[in-house]
């Protein structure tokens, strides 16, 4: 669920907010560089003088959309847009309005090829209903006052594939927050991978990518998703007890070279540890290797091309 700060204009709640809990933090203070992984947007960029306090990038997910402002406290064209999600919040320290950043955002957008969908103030918006209806980062990545921000949505098409991206900008105390969307639209990839699959992979060219493996940016933990996966790959490993495995982690391009290639290292070592822990797969028969971005299967000038190269493959050695 969407957080949404909002703050209230009312003195005798804004002096207690003073007097007892003092004023809000100011993370573009406390923050003098991007968090862990992120970066903008390409073709997009941020406001001058902001540092990233949020980010998440998923290969496919949903994001909620407002194609209109509100009517009645209501929405009135609200979308759930699937396919290649990214969300980025930024800081800014005191010096620019509200208005300066986000028409900086649609002048941006509109030379990427975006096209107007709804642009909005507060109060235009729908206010408070509104704000808390985006589909926004968490406290303290993302803050919204819901009296005082501005909201564009616009949408593009290329080569039959339609993109929307969305901007709320706001205000935390005198730090200007906003937090780009962008929702590259798509059907779900089918990287369920079987057993037989698997076999087939390796007998036939020696490998097998999997894609089905997920891991949160920048960390090598595997999460819950990737149970149906490492249960295929034990079953395989089960099946044909003389098989060994090399397990091979793979990454994009963006990211230094001693960074990606330390990452997908681990990345695979998590998976051989699991497999053994877990499934009971001896450790000798579970190989590992990193090899960052030197094998791509796609172009990395492309977020289609990177999701591709961000992969683990089975090698048979």
């Not at 947007?41 to 306090?53: A, D, E, L, M, Q």
């Not at 990545?141 to 616009?154: K, T």
């Not at 097998?208 to 790959?233: N, Q, W």
């Not at 009971?280 to 289609?304: K, M, Q, S």
Request: aromatic residues 8%.
């Amino acid at each position: 669920m969407p957080r949404c700060a909002v703050v209230l204009a009312a003195a005798l709640l804004a002096a207690f907010l003073v007097d007892v809990a003092g004023p809000r933090p100011s993370t573009a203070q406390a923050q003098a560089r991007d968090v862990a992984g992120s970066r903008d947007h390409p073709g997009i960029g941020r406001f001058r003088g902001s540092v990233i306090t949020g980010y998440a990038a998923k290969d496919f997910d949903a994001a909620r959309f407002q194609a209109a402002a509100f009517a009645d406290g209501k929405p009135t064209d609200a979308r759930r847009l699937e396919g290649r999600i990214t969300r980025i919040a930024y800081r800014t320290g005191p010096g620019p309005s509200i208005l300066e950043v986000a028409r900086n955002f649609e002048t941006q957008l509109a030379k990427a090829g975006f096209e107007t969908v709804v642009a909005c103030d507060a109060d235009p918006c729908g206010s408070i209903p509104f704000a808390e209806a985006v589909d926004t980062l968490p406290i303290p990545q993302m803050w919204v006052d819901g009296f005082d921000y501005r909201y564009f949505a616009g949408r593009k098409t290329d080569g039959g594939r339609e993109t929307w991206a969305s901007v709320l900008v706001s205000r935390n105390n005198d730090d200007i927050t906003a937090q780009l969307v962008v929702a590259e639209l798509g059907a779900v990839t089918n990287k369920m991978v079987d057993a037989a699959a698997m076999a087939k992979g390796l007998g036939e060219s020696g490998h097998i990518a999997l894609y089905g493996i997920y891991f949160d940016t920048d960390k090598a933990v595997l999460k819950p998703e990737s149970r149906p996966t490492l249960d295929e790959i034990a079953k395989l490993l089960a099946v044909q007890p003389q098989l060994a495995v090399v397990i091979v982690g793979h990454t994009d391009s963006q990211g230094g070279w001693d960074y990606n290639m330390d990452l997908s290292r681990r990345r695979a070592e998590a998976i051989a540890t699991e497999l053994a822990g877990r499934y009971a797969i001896a450790r000798p028969r579970l190989r590992t290797a990193g090899v960052g971005f030197l094998a791509p299967v796609g172009p990395n000038a492309t977020e289609a091309g990177r999701a591709l190269n961000r992969r683990v493959e089975l090698v048979a050695p």
